[in-house]
C-alpha cells in the first residue's frame, strides 16, 4: 500500500523560505516520477515541480523555478521541497504525488497523494 505523508507547512512571512517533506512508503522512488503540486482557495490543483531519477530530470512551473528545489533522501524514502523567497501568492495546501509517467505536470496522471500540508505566507 502506497502512502505518502507531507510536512513541513506552516505560517511565513513574504521573503522567508519553508521546506516540505514527503515521507513514501510502499514504492520504490526511482520506478516513479515524484512531484509537488499546491491549490490555493478557489483555484485548482496546479503543478509546482516534479522528478524522475531514471530520466535524470526535474522540471519546475515558471512561477515558482529559481526559487523551488525538489530533492531526496534514499535513504529516509523522503522527497523535499524547498521553497526560497515566499511570496503571499505562494500560499496553498501543498501535495506530494507519485506517478508512473516519465513527464508529469497534469494532476490527473499522477496515480498516489498526500493529504497535504498547509504553507500560507503573509505580505
Known amino acids: 500500500q502506497v502512502q505518502l505523508v507531507e510536512s513541513g507547512g506552516g505560517l511565513v512571512q513574504a521573503g522567508d523560505s519553508l521546506r516540505l517533506s514527503c515521507a513514501a512508503s510502499g514504492l520504490t522512488f526511482s520506478s516513479y516520477t515524484l512531484g509537488w503540486f499546491r491549490q490555493a482557495p478557489g483555484k485548482e490543483r496546479e503543478f509546482v515541480g516534479a522528478?524522475?531519477?531514471?530520466?535524470?530530470?526535474?522540471y519546475y512551473a515558471d512561477s515558482v523555478k529559481g526559487r523551488f528545489t525538489i530533492s531526496r533522501d534514499n535513504a529516509k524514502n523522503t522527497l523535499s521541497l524547498q521553497m526560497n523567497s515566499l511570496k503571499p501568492e505562494d500560499t496553498a495546501v501543498y501535495y506530494c504525488?507519485?506517478?508512473?509517467?516519465?513527464?508529469?505536470?497534469?494532476?490527473?496522471?499522477?496515480?498516489?497523494w498526500g493529504k497535504g500540508t498547509l504553507v500560507t505566507v503573509s505580505s
Open positions: 522528478a524522475n531519477w531514471i530520466a535524470g530530470s526535474k
Open positions: 504525488a507519485a506517478g508512473r509517467g516519465i513527464r508529469i505536470t497534469k494532476a490527473t496522471s499522477m496515480d498516489y
